[in-house]
Structure formats: C-alpha cells, structure tokens
Nanobody, 125 residues
Framework: QVQLVESGGGLVQAGGSLRLSCAAS????????MGWFRQAPGKEREFVAA????????YYADSVKGRFTISRDNAKNTVYLQMNSLKPEDTAVYYC??????????????????WGQGAQVTVSS
C-alpha cells in the first residue's frame, strides 16, 4: 500500500507561481514512478507530468511544457510540481499518483496504482 498526500494548492493570479508537494508513505519511495494529473470541472482527468523512479526521466503535457517542472526527493519521499507562469486554464484539482509496477508511469492514468486526495489550484485572471 502507498499513501499519497498533496499540499501547496491555493489561489494565485495569472502569471504567478505555486509549488505542489506530494508526500508518500507505505513503500520504498525510490522504487516507483510518479505522476501529476489534473481535472477541471466538467472535464476529464488529464496528464500533466511524470517522473521515473530515479528522477532521470521526465515528461510533460504540451500545455505545461516550459512552465511546469516535476522533481522528486527520494530521501524525503516527496515529489514536487513547480508551476510558473500560471494561466486561468490551469485551474483544476491536481492529483499525484504512483505507479509501483514500472520504471516510468507515462501519460495514461490507468498505469497508476495509487492516488492522492487532490489539491485545488485556482488561477484568477
């Protein structure tokens, strides 16, 4: 079992920054891949970013590339999502997820086994 707890969401003006954190517990954190997804009201859950268990491989949705950065600190059992130059269309509930079966979880939410409770990010125009 893996428990994931997100923090760091909030309200920010367009152009601002936020950093989300996701603290993991229950299994050896360095042994599984992590991802961030988001879901806006009335929309499907969409991929944001993913990182391999070692941190050596990352991947981003085109909509956030160049603005968001995913990273992890295996010593702290935490994955981060640094979000810069935020836009109103980034408003959503952000979820972190763990894929315990593969080196790199990828973009498909079905690859992920455990999910956090979500953190609300609201970007005002």
């Amino acid at each position: 079992q893996v428990q994931l707890v997100e923090s760091g969401g909030g309200l920010v003006q367009a152009g601002g920054s936020l950093r989300l954190s996701c603290a993991a517990s229950g299994r050896t954190f360095s042994g599984y891949a992590m991802g961030w997804f988001r879901q806006a009201p009335g929309k499907e859950r969409e991929f944001v970013a993913a990182i391999s268990w070692s941190g050596g491989r990352t991947y981003y949705a085109d909509s956030v590339k160049g603005r968001f950065t995913i990273s992890r600190d295996n010593a702290k059992n935490t994955v981060y999502l640094q979000m810069n130059s935020l836009k109103p269309e980034d408003t959503a509930v952000y979820y972190c997820a763990a894929d315990i079966d593969t080196y790199y979880g990828g973009t498909d939410y079905r690859n992920y086994d455990y999910w956090g409770q979500g953190a609300q990010v609201t970007v005002s125009s």
